[in-house]
C-alpha cells in the first residue's frame, strides 16, 4: 500500500510538473504567435504527419512480430498490429509505457507468458539501442560540423548501459555472475521471476539476425519519428529547413525524454525544441507550436487502440502452446 501510494503521490507531482512547465513557457512566450503558428497549418500537412507516426507505429509492430515469430508465436501481423495499438493508447493514457508494454504481454501471452514478456522486454530494449545509437549518430554530427558536444556524455553513458543491459539478457556467462544473488531475493518472488524471464530470454543471446533486423527498424522507427514533426512544421510554413536538423535534434529530444520529469514529458519536451530548434533559427513560439501539434497528432492516432480495445477485446487473446 505504502508503494502504491507513493507512486500516485510521483504520477500526480508529474502531471502538476508538465502542467507547471507548460504555463510557464506560455507565460514567457507570446501565445498569440503559438496559436497563429498552429492555426497557419494546412490540413493536408496535418494528414502527412499522421501518416508518419501511423508508419512509426506499424514498423513498430513489425519489430515486435519479428521476435514473435522467433519464439514461435502463432500470431500474425494484422493482429500485432492491433495489439501495439492498443498498446500506444494505454502508453499515452497511463503515467509510464509500462502500462502498453503490459497490454502486449496480456494479450500475446496465451499459456506463454514468460515468454511473451520476454519479446516485450527485448523489444524495448532494442528499441532503447536504437534509439542511442541514432541519437549517437546525432551528437557526433553536432561536434563534428559545429563542435557541440554537450549531449554527448549523456548519450555515450546511456548507450552504454542498455547494451550492458542487453549483454546481461543475452549472455548466459554473464548472467550467471550475478544469479546467485538474484535468487536471493524473495520479495515478490522477484528472484524466481527474473530467472524465468531470463530463461525465456536467453535464447535471443544467438539470434543474430533477429537482433541486427530489430536494429535496423529501430532507427527506421527515429526517421519516422523525426519526420513527423518536419512535415508539421512544412505544414505551418516556418523557415526554409531541411529535415537534417529534425534528424539530428529529435532523438536527442526522444533521449531526453525518457527521463521521468513530468507525465508524458510535458513541457520537458517542448523546452528541448525550443533549446534545439532554436540552432537553426525557428523561433521559441514556433518551436512549441510544432512540438504541441506533433503530439497531438500521435495522440488522436493513438485514440484508434481505444477502439480497438473496445470493439476486439474479447477476441485477440490467444492461446499458445505450452513452449
Known sequence: MKNIRLKTWWTILR???????????????????????????KLHFLVYGTIAYLFFIIVSAWRWQVLLDYKKFDIRFPRTVVIYFIATFFNNLLPTTIGGDVMRVYYSMGKRRADAFAT????????FVGLFIFALGAVLYLMIRQRQTEFLLFTVIGLAAIIFITYLFFSQRAYDLLSVY?????????GERLNR??????????????IIVCLIQ???IQGFLALAPYIVMKGMGIGNIGIVPFL??????????MIPISFNA?????????????????????AVAISLVSFFLYFVLSLTGFLCFIFYRKKIPVKQKEA
Open 15 to 41: 502531471v502538476i510538473i508538465g502542467l507547471g512547465l507548460i504555463v510557464f513557457l506560455l507565460w514567457r512566450l507570446d501565445l498569440q504567435k503559438i496559436l497563429a503558428a498552429m492555426g497557419g497549418m
Open 120 to 127: 516485450v522486454l527485448v523489444d524495448r530494449i532494442l528499441g
Open 182 to 190: 538474484v535468487k536471493k531475493v524473495t520479495v515478490f518472488r522477484l
Open 197 to 210: 524471464i531470463h530463461e525465456a530470454t536467453i535464447d535471443f543471446g544467438g539470434a543474430w539476425w533477429t
Open 218 to 220: 529501430s532507427i527506421l
Open 248 to 257: 539530428v535534434y529529435v532523438p536527442i529530444i526522444n533521449v531526453v525524454s
Open 266 to 286: 510535458l513541457g520537458v519536451r517542448e523546452y528541448f525544441y525550443i533549446l534545439l530548434l532554436g540552432r537553426v533559427n525557428v523561433s521559441a513560439e514556433a
